[in-house]
């Protein structure tokens, strides 16, 4: 099993199939972050995603300083189900990292790397084939959450793009499909779930399957 160290910089491979898309781990494929030629601001949200007239303020309100406070694992990647897109720019998972490297970084470990990661594509760009045969796209945007709380019942966290601007996202960890995503049982569809806002656009209800990787 890859630790988070990895998980974080790679290149996707994605498939047609939501469900089962498979992400290429490896440091020897690591994509650089692109800036698009479009500022978000002018962007739109396309077609299918889920927009709402839900309260901006919302979504992880007054969230402050970081908490990660839980007795069993909940790492790996969470993969919308729905189309998440402001434009071009589509968020393709959510990654957490394992419970040590949680606590390393909650420790200030200078080497640890933030549990939370966001990455986007942008689908206008060229797509390349990585080491594993999987399609990527040229173009990506990471986002690392600076403000998080990670617990049992929730994940909530805020972050700021220089494109997408304010992203912050609430909630909630649905546990027997945690426990079977844990167990590597393909059937665990529907591990998180919650509303997720991307500039001035909010996403909600979105579903996410629960997926360890390769």
């Given at each position: 099993?890859?630790?988070?160290?990895?998980?974080?910089?790679?290149s996707?491979?994605?498939?047609?199939?939501?469900?089962?898309?498979?992400?290429?781990?490896g440091l020897?494929?690591?994509?650089?972050?692109?800036?698009?030629?479009?500022?978000?601001?002018?962007?739109q949200p396309?077609?299918?995603?889920v927009?709402?007239?839900?309260?901006?303020?919302?979504?992880?309100?007054?969230?402050?300083?970081?908490?990660?406070?839980?007795?069993?694992?909940?790492?790996?990647?969470?993969?919308?189900?729905?189309?998440?897109?402001?434009?071009?720019?589509?968020?393709?998972?959510?990654?957490?990292?394992m419970?040590?490297?949680?606590?390393?970084?909650?420790?200030?470990?200078?080497?640890?790397?933030?549990?939370?990661?966001?990455?986007?594509?942008?689908?206008?760009?060229?797509?390349?084939?990585?080491?594993?045969?999987?399609?990527?796209?040229?173009?990506?945007?990471?986002?690392?959450?600076?403000?998080?709380?990670?617990?049992?019942?929730?994940?909530?966290?805020?972050?700021?793009?220089?494109?997408?601007?304010?992203?912050?996202?609430?909630?909630?960890?649905?546990?027997?499909?945690?426990?079977?995503?844990?167990?590597?049982?393909?059937?665990?569809?529907?591990?998180?779930?919650?509303?997720?806002?991307?500039?001035?656009?909010?996403?909600?209800?979105?579903?996410?399957?629960?997926?360890?990787?390769?």
């Amino acid at each position: 099993m890859a630790s988070f160290g990895s998980l974080a910089y790679y290149s996707g491979n994605h498939g047609e199939n939501q469900m089962f898309r498979s992400i290429g781990i490896g440091l020897g494929s690591i994509i650089a972050l692109s800036a698009c030629d479009s500022a978000a601001s002018d962007a739109q949200p396309a077609p299918g995603s889920v927009q709402t007239d839900v309260d901006i303020s919302s979504v992880a309100p007054d969230l402050t300083g970081q908490t990660y406070s839980v007795s069993e694992e909940l790492f790996g990647y969470f993969l919308p189900y729905d189309d998440v897109s402001i434009g071009t720019i589509r968020l393709d998972h959510i990654a957490l990292a394992m419970d040590w490297e949680f606590q390393s970084y909650m420790d200030g470990d200078a080497e640890a790397r933030p549990p939370i990661n966001l990455h986007f594509d942008e689908t206008s760009s060229p797509t390349g084939v990585n080491e594993l045969g999987g399609t990527y796209y040229e173009v990506t945007h990471r986002v690392q959450p600076d403000i998080f709380s990670v617990t049992e019942e929730e994940l909530y966290f805020a972050a700021s793009h220089e494109l997408l601007g304010e992203i912050r996202f609430a909630g909630q960890w649905q546990m027997d499909q945690v426990r079977q995503m844990m167990n590597g049982d393909p059937g665990a569809s529907s591990a998180l779930t919650g509303d997720l806002k991307i500039g001035d656009v909010i996403f909600e209800g979105v579903t996410f399957q629960g997926w360890l990787g390769d």
